[in-house]
């Protein structure tokens, strides 16, 4: 099983996120575009793991989230992965975020080390992807509008809880099935 750990976003928040994707593919191609309903905030990609391990890796969940109340996130601002000055390989969203999601997520990553999970390599650095470039010569004016909207505020989403998620790939896109949701006080 391909295994995620994420905070899903609000109705709300998708429906903006909706407009601009639909904005940005009247653009122009060479994006692969992920369907709305399915863009959430990764808080740890596990990567396949096996079905045995579902019931530990919630319980190392609950152990997580034992000390955090629930917060808020704010959806402001896009960006592209590497970097503004390279090639875009991923369009997203920002999270504005504070101490207190970067501690909730390194305490996530920590004991889900202690049961075997490695621990990522990379920064966390948190947004919502709308789209992976599958062609960045025929971006067009897709990175222009994306740019315009740098400062756009999508709204606030209230983090109750956690999910572990499931990902099944398919040829027309990912389906995502929660596994187990864990509350926050």
Request: contains cysteine; hydrophobic residues 35%; positive net charge.
């Amino acid at each position: 099983m391909r295994l995620f750990i994420a905070i899903e976003l609000s109705s709300e928040v998708k429906k903006g996120l909706m407009e601009l994707i639909n904005i940005l593919k009247s653009k122009g191609e060479g994006v692969k575009w992920v369907n709305p309903e399915n863009i959430h905030l990764t808080l740890k990609f596990l990567g396949e793991t096996s079905p045995s391990r579902i019931q530990e890796i919630t319980d190392s969940l609950k152990k997580s989230v034992k000390n955090f109340s629930s917060f808020y996130l704010s959806i402001k601002g896009t960006g592209c992965f590497p970097s503004e000055k390279k090639p875009p390989r991923v369009l997203w969203v920002g999270v504005e975020h504070n101490n207190y999601l970067i501690d909730f997520q390194r305490e996530i990553e920590k004991n889900l080390k202690e049961i075997g999970f490695p621990e990522e390599e990379r920064k966390f650095i948190p947004h919502l992807t709308l789209g992976r470039v599958k062609s960045p010569s025929r971006l067009g004016l897709i990175k222009e509008e994306h740019e315009k909207h740098k400062e756009k505020f999508f709204g606030k989403i209230k983090v109750k809880e956690i999910i572990l998620f499931q990902s099944i790939l398919k040829p027309e896109g990912a389906e995502y099935i929660p596994l187990a949701r864990i509350s926050l006080k």
